[in-house]
């Protein structure tokens, strides 16, 4: 299995990419204004980071359970932190209405093609290798990651199957992929919460259902059991979203046995209480 690492990075996570894309544009605009995002924490952070290398406020709207280590790197990147509602649903109407009232400029992440385009740049590095590839496994939130690097896979390489993987407890997305228009759930329920969404953007599940081959569902030791063995065998400490693509695989192995896979570890914000409880202390035999 192919590694693609995006965590060595000031902001440990693939999302500079976009955020980069983003604020790169926003700063040629004579009128260059705030800006404002709702985040998990990965988004939040590489805002931040990117405004300021650019001298642009930033405000960044999060649930009220957010990440607490996400959160604190936010703040320690000079962005403006706002925790509203119970999940990032909620934090999103926060946002919009903060982009509304104050005429920040609103960064919709998968929805801002720019995200997209940022995070397909990894497939275009993926796919300098593309005749040693047959399947690419990635994780799949809000959608940028999935339909960015999945439109330039259907461009170099068409004959890689692109997979896309969501936590069972957060299979909104994946349900939508399946039945080709939106599934709202409810609730969420996982431990990876940088891909947990319930209400999927149109726009975003439209894209899929061009780039994207399959949607899987992984259950919770799963990812659990994909962290420990990036840990044990590759050195990485990952968050779990890095690590649903290797969940997958270790749950389909007559699928992707013998097969040259990829998949993108796309973050490693994980508390260390948490990493030591999932990982180092749990009994994870699949890995």
């Known amino acids: 299995m192919t590694l693609k690492v995006e965590t060595l ?36 952070q590489a805002l931040a980071y990117s405004g300021a290398q650019r001298n642009i406020p930033v405000t960044v709207v999060a649930a009220e359970s957010a990440n607490r280590l996400k959160i604190e790197r936010i703040k320690a990147l000079g962005a403006t932190v706002r925790l509203e509602g119970d999940d990032i649903e909620d934090a999103r109407r926060f946002a919009c209405a903060i982009a ?82 939106v599934v709202e759930s409810e609730t969420v329920d996982t431990i990876a919460d940088g891909v947990a969404g319930r209400c999927p953007i149109p726009e975003v599940l439209g894209d899929l259902l061009v780039v994207v081959d399959d949607v899987v569902l992984v259950r919770e030791e799963s990812i659990k059991a994909g962290m420990r063995l990036l840990y044990r065998h590759a050195g990485l400490i990952v968050e779990p979203s890095a690590a649903l693509g290797v969940a997958a695989v270790l749950e389909d192995r007559e699928r992707f046995g013998g097969r040259r896979i990829a998949t993108v570890i796309c973050g490693s914000n994980v508390v260390t209480s948490d990493f030591e409880r999932w990982v180092l202390a749990s009994d994870c035999p699949m890995a």
């Open 9 to 44: 990075n000031p902001v440990r996570s693939f999302k500079g990419r976009g955020t980069e894309t983003v604020m790169a544009r926003l700063s040629q605009r004579a009128d260059a204004p705030t800006a404002v995002c709702a985040s998990a924490g990965n988004l939040g």
């Open 100 to 181: 509304e009232r104050e005429g920040s400029y609103l960064v919709e992440d998968s929805l801002d093609l720019s995200t997209c385009d940022g995070a397909g740049t990894i497939g275009l590095e993926l796919f300098e290798r593309t005749q040693e590839l047959d399947a690419l496994v990635i994780a799949l939130g809000g959608g940028a990651m999935a339909s960015g690097i999945g439109c330039v896979a259907k461009s170099l390489a068409p004959h890689v199957e692109v997979v896309a993987v969501q936590p069972e407890g957060a299979p909104a997305m994946a349900l939508s992929w399946r039945s080709g228009s």
